[in-house]
């Protein structure tokens, strides 16, 4: 069966997530509709990394074998003309190899977390941002955050319910910038564990307003305890923005 690499774009804000669900849309369940229409089949989309419910992504990457082999810009044309009415595009279309697969072949994936700190809510960008109404430090929090990188037991940072075998991973990058009215969190690692980015924005976050010093981040890291953890970033402000292979 011909394998084509999808790359989606979407808001997750109407969605309860990428997988499917019983208790509500799923973007899974949309493209998969989207394409078992023009293709005639049912189809089975596997992604690069399974979003939760209401976070975002410029760039997912999911895989699905078709019965026939159909022409890449067909594919990327049909299924977008299904999805007009929902916050979902695939960006485009590629005939890959069978042994080709979206999670497992993936070597790097990369997420970006925004946060708009000021005292006005934001109209444009609402359920698209973390809203934090003080100012923060952004540069404490790029200080703070240096302490994740690398080869870790991020245990304080994982889901209760994280279904990996290990909480071993490793950081490549974790940058907080400022960009306008924003401060943006860079985070690059080949996998993640469930709810990692946030938890680990959240506590970067209590750094930012001065209610946590700087080293207590590396501190909570070595405890490996969750009870040890910030509150978690809401989902809002996390997107999927690339997956190297």
Not at 128 to 152: F, N, Q, S, T
Not at 229 to 245: E, H, I, N, Q, R
Request: glycine share 6%; proline share 4%.
């Amino acid at each position: 069966m011909p394998r084509y690499k999808l790359v989606i774009e979407y808001d997750g804000t109407p969605f309860s997530g990428w997988q499917r669900q019983l208790n509500g849309p799923s973007v899974q369940q949309s493209v998969e509709e989207a394409i078992e229409a023009f293709c005639g089949h049912a189809v089975r989309l596997h992604c690069a990394g399974r979003t939760d419910a209401g976070v975002h992504a410029t760039h997912q990457v999911a895989h699905v074998d078709l019965d026939k082999q159909w022409r890449t810009d067909v594919v990327r044309d049909a299924s977008n003309a299904r999805l007009k009415r929902l916050p979902v595009a695939v960006l485009s279309a590629e005939a890959v190899p069978d042994t080709f697969d979206a999670r497992i072949s993936a070597t790097r994936r990369y997420y970006i977390y925004r946060i708009l700190d000021r005292r006005a809510q934001p109209a444009l960008d609402a359920n698209r941002v973390w809203h934090v109404p003080v100012r923060l430090d952004h540069e404490a929090m790029d200080r703070a955050a240096k302490a994740l990188i690398g080869h870790h037991d991020f245990t304080t940072f994982r889901a209760a319910e994280c279904q990996a075998n290990s909480p071993l991973r490793t950081l490549d990058r974790f940058d907080c910038r400022r960009e306008g009215a924003e401060i943006v969190a860079y985070v690059h690692a080949r996998s993640f564990l469930h709810h990692q980015v946030r938890s680990m924005v959240g506590c970067l976050k209590m750094v930012g307003m001065g209610r946590w010093p700087e080293n207590k981040v590396g501190k909570v890291l070595a405890a490996r305890d969750r009870s040890q953890c910030a509150a978690l970033a809401p989902p809002c402000g996390l997107y999927l923005a690339g997956v190297d292979y």
